[in-house]
């Protein structure tokens, strides 16, 4: 996460939502299992096989991630540094919302929802407010 007085970046705006979700997913499963495949996506997205697929043929082709002969998938530097920004910005508005009182089931879907039209001063004013 950024220290205190730096604003958190902010993803350009090519992407859509769902190429920031699938980062988002990528980055968090590697995190988990250390590999990510299509149907690890698939199970944790509730999403079909042919969308996923599509997803990550237009992830590749724009250089966000790799895939390799085994179909493990991987972030390329621009991916990764995306799905980091959007995980950042999820994490303090999860926060943000769990200290409010926010039940954490709802302030995770709420933040899933939030982390993509937030403002970067809106974010850090979240964060300053989690860490206060």
Known sequence: ?????????TVPCMLHRSG????KTILIL????????SMDIVKRL?????????????LRDS??????EDKRITLTE???TIAEQVYEKHSIIEACLIKMGVDAS??????????HVASPQTIQ????????
Request: glycine share 10%; net charge positive; proline share 2%.
């Open 46 to 58: 509730h999403l079909t096989k042919p969308s996923v697929s599509k997803a990550m043929r237009i």
């Open 63 to 68: 250089g966000y991630i790799e895939m390799s």
């Open 1 to 9: 996460m950024s220290s205190e007085g730096e604003s958190v970046a």
């Open 125 to 132: 004013r979240m964060k300053a407010f989690v860490r206060g």
């Open 20 to 23: 920031e979700d699938y980062l």
């Open 30 to 37: 590697q995190g988990k299992n250390g590999f990510v495949r």
């Open 78 to 80: 621009a991916g990764q």
């Open 106 to 115: 709802i302030a995770e879907k709420d933040a899933c929802q939030m982390e």
